[in-house]
């Protein structure tokens, strides 16, 4: 029992072992890589077109335009249409790009010295004054400036080569606070055919304080010299309510992350989205600045997107690239270097698709890659199959073996054929040769090929068998047993004879 309990155990470990290489295709390793590739960059700016009335001297009209920037930072493709999860501060803000443009044109036309920022100024002179007041918004119908503000959204997509245009985007929903959420729809030209990759959402954030995290994003337009940027983290503690955030702690307390963070996001990663390191989906965005960066969680992008009435979903060139991530992750890189081929069929600027293909061309056959290592030879700490099946035949023979011998000693007396006592064999022997000697003689009797040779016993008075009954007996009712007085032989319970020398019986 204990060697077929060690054979099954064998066996079963070896499936485990062969089943391995399936199992670990259902799960990628790679943390970042499902979200990068949906990573943008997010320019947004204020077209800003005035006309000054002069009527201090003779009456001029004096046009300008000017581009104001609003805000830069990261957003995340939630569909394979093009929809953008950023920051409502990244694309909108509270200050007055109108004012700005007054203060730029007077300065320029009428040679005053006024700050060019946001803010309402006065100039010594009586009638500027008057009339740079009446250039401030509001349009009235004495206003000397007549102002049009166009809000210009960019993204830049994470694309090789790099785009340097880039797609025009509409504002859909900007949130309340200028760290909440906002929605964007691309209204340009789409790249690839079957839209553009996604970044998976994921359905809450970590609950535990300390849980590793990355961020990603971008510090100035995709380029050939720009990389996406990408950080490690860890969740500090949770709560704080929307408006606050969730904080950024190191639970090993070596770098100050509040800091590290803050200062990515001054440098572009505003909104860049936070990947929980467990499953690689995107659990929040970055916020803060400065000395402090906090996170907004999943739950409130999702209810931005519910608002807008976009859905966030997956494409098809997203279950190609990860099933093909989920082959290199895997070390099978002779079958990811097809799924990467097919997923720059489908969009062919996937900078992380290109070089993960390039990789798995490289390591396509070599001695790391998996799937060669299965096909020429089992690995080299790989336990093969033989000697669990040369071991099954062993135990199986030493099992059949082991129970014939049992069942040859477990076999009753009664099998045997019956044998006659040593001292009784004599005495039946010896009167056997007397009675052949005192009678008379007679011609042999012819016996049977192959049967054992029997004395023939010649009685001097005939005698009938008288037949008896087969009765059952119980074990008080059994006679004891008899033997015959003239040669030993073993009598029956009803003899009255002796059926081997014909000696009567004494009852």
């Known amino acids: 029992m204990a060697r077929l309990t060690a054979l099954a155990g064998g066996v079963a470990a070896t499936l485990v072992l062969l089943a391995l290489p399936a199992a670990a295709h259902e799960h990628p390793s790679g943390i970042t890589d499902l979200v990068t590739p949906a990573v943008v960059r997010v320019e947004a700016s204020s077209h800003v ?44 803000t509270d200050k007055d790009v109108a004012v700005y443009a007054a203060n730029k044109i007077f300065a320029e036309h ?22 740079l007041k009446e250039c ?27 785009d340097p245009k880039g797609i025009k985007a509409d504002i859909v929903k900007t949130g309340p606070q200028p760290d909440s959420p906002a929605v964007l729809i691309p209204t340009g030209r789409a790249v690839g055919s079957v839209g553009m990759p996604t970044a998976p959402l994921a359905d809450k954030v970590p609950d535990q304080q300390g849980s590793p995290t990355n961020v990603a994003g971008f510090t100035d337009r995709p380029g050939a010299n720009v990389k996406e940027t990408v950080e490690i983290a860890h969740l500090g503690k949770g709560g ?4 606050a955030g969730r904080s950024f702690a190191d639970p090993e307390k070596k770098v100050d992350e509040p800091v590290k963070l803050g200062a990515l996001v001054d440098r572009g990663l505003l909104g860049a989205p936070v990947i929980g390191d467990k499953d690689g989906h995107v659990i ?19 209810a931005a997107l519910a608002k807008a009435g976009v859905a966030p979903r997956r494409g098809a060139i997203d279950a190609a690239f990860e099933a093909a991530l989920t082959r290199y992750h895997t070390k099978y890189y002779t079958e990811a270097a097809p ?17 993960l293909l390039q990789t798995s061309l490289q390591k396509r056959g070599g001695p790391e890659d998996a799937g060669s290592k299965q096909a020429v030879a089992p690995a080299p700490r790989s336990m093969p199959l033989w000697p669990f099946i040369v071991a099954a035949g062993v135990l199986f023979v030493a099992a059949g073996a082991g129970a014939y011998l049992l069942w040859r000693r477990r076999r009753t007396p009664d099998d045997q054929p019956e044998q006659p006592p040593p001292l ?45 009954q087969k009765q059952v007996l119980t074990e008080q009712d059994q006679p004891s047993v008899k033997y015959c007085t003239a040669c030993g032989m073993r009598l029956g319970a009803a003899h009255r004879f002796c059926g081997y020398c014909g000696h009567p019986i004494e009852t």
């Open 110 to 131: 009428h040679k005053v010295k006024i700050p060019i920022d946001f803010e309402r100024h006065k100039v010594k002179d009586d009638l500027l004054e008057h009339h």
């Open 240 to 243: 704080g309510g929307q408006d």
């Open 339 to 355: 799924g990467f081929q097919r997923v720059l069929e489908l969009y062919p600027g996937n900078v992380v698709a290109a070089k």
């Open 284 to 302: 929040g965005m970055l916020i803060g600045g400065g000395k402090e960066a906090r996170m907004i969680g999943v739950r409130e992008i999702l």
């Open 136 to 162: 401030y918004p509001p349009k009235t119908n004495v206003s000397t400036c007549i102002i049009n503000v166009t809000t210009n959204v960019t993204i830049f997509p994470n694309v090789s080569p790099a």
């Open 49 to 92: 077109e005035i006309t000054l009335l002069d009527h201090i001297g003779e009456l001029m009209h004096v046009e300008r335009s000017y581009e104001v920037p609003l805000g830069v930072g990261t957003g995340i493709v939630v569909n394979p249409e093009g929809a953008i999860v950023t920051l409502t501060r990244v694309v909108k």
């Open 424 to 468: 009784v064999a004599a005495a039946a022997a010896a009167a056997a040769a007397s009675s052949v000697s005192s009678a008379p003689t007679s011609p042999p009797v012819p016996l049977d090929e192959g049967a054992n040779q029997t004395v023939v016993v010649r009685r001097s008075q005939p005698f009938q068998v008288i037949p008896q």
